[in-house]
């Protein structure tokens, strides 16, 4: 007899595991939450961009923390945009 | 970057136009006639700003005499007098919105929505609903920071950052100013002292509003001592 492996190996098992109405919504979610993130890190990295013009406009003490903010803030979206595409 | 407690210079010389590079001329021509005709400090011809201490905090909507602040196109001699941003009454309600939203998710949980998903996907989602939450918080706090206004002895500078992707800048020479107008109203304009002040002048743009500043009477008396400088320095034929 052979033994399970977990995954579907017969067609009801398989339509089951990606057309069911749960397995599409997780799907769409998934996809919906990497736009998002991908979205997340075009925004950051604009951030860096503005903030790295902004401070040849007007130079104040506070413009390098500002840039620090906004690199750790570029860092965070990859992380997040990592943390859905590999653990989801 | 200079770091004394006089108002910062650039040392910036490649925009000089044709008219400073005469002035460094007149300058090394004599140093005696160049001490009379010095350009002469803020404090020695306007009251307002006698008022008040160079300011360090970076922070201010109403930074007299910035210390360690520069802009891109400051000229040598050039004092930076006043730095302004929008009250900071005016930035309450997106703060209110960002703290609304920061705690939303500590009352309703995202995940009892839905419930066909697998667990760590409600996590996920409040996650990029903090997310969120961050880059609406710094979105509006640079648009706050970097949308000022500056006033030097020589220029009035209008640096807009309207959005992340689209920011203008505008300045007009003193001596081209024509009028100098304050329009506070309401409630609130009136107790926290803040409005709008309207600069006409004769250059390409005719209008730059200072648009939610706080004392605006205060910065219409700042122009009214700077034209009248900026008009002793043509009858004396001072250094610009």
């Known amino acids: 007899m052979q033994q399970s492996t977990g995954y579907p190996s017969t067609i009801p098992e398989i339509t089951e595991a990606f057309l069911s109405p749960e397995s599409l919504m997780t799907t769409v979610f998934f996809i919906g939450l990497l736009l998002a993130a991908i979205l997340y890190v075009v925004f950051a990295i604009v951030i860096v961009r503005q903030v790295k013009i902004m401070n040849k406009t007007i130079s104040t003490p506070l413009g390098p923390v500002i840039q620090l903010l906004a690199w750790l803030h570029l860092v965070f979206a990859l992380v997040l945009a990592g943390g859905i595409f590999f653990i989801l | ?240």
């Open chain 2, 1 to 240: 970057m200079p770091s004394s407690t006089a108002p910062q210079l650039s040392t910036d010389t490649s925009t000089a136009s044709p008219s400073e590079s005469n002035v460094h001329s007149h300058r090394s021509s004599s140093a005696g006639d160049f001490e009379h005709r010095r350009h002469r400090s803020v404090d020695e011809y306007s009251q307002v700003m006698r008022r008040f201490r160079p300011s360090i905090h970076t922070l201010h909507a109403f930074a007299a005499k910035p210390l360690q602040t520069e802009f891109a196109s400051q000229e040598a001699n050039e004092q930076l007098i006043l730095l302004l941003r929008r009250h900071p009454i005016t930035q309450v309600s997106w703060i209110i919105i960002a703290l609304v939203a920061a705690i939303i998710p500590t009352f309703i949980d995202p995940g009892s929505f839905f419930t066909f998903l697998p667990p760590n996907y409600g996590t996920a989602i409040t996650i990029a609903w903090y997310a969120g939450v961050i880059a609406y918080i710094f979105q509006a706090f640079l648009a706050w920071y970097y949308n000022v206004y500056l006033i030097t002895d020589e220029r009035v500078v209008d640096v807009d950052f309207i959005s992340l992707i689209y920011r203008n800048i505008t300045s007009a020479k003193i001596s081209n100013i024509e009028d100098v107008t304050s329009t506070a109203g309401g409630a609130l304009q009136t107790v926290f002292d803040y409005g709008t002040v309207t600069v006409q002048t004769a250059g390409a743009k005719p209008e730059i509003e200072f648009e939610d500043v706080p004392h605006p009477n205060m910065i219409v008396e700042l122009f009214n001592e700077l034209l009248q400088e900026e008009e002793q320095e043509t009858l004396e034929g001072r250094v610009n």
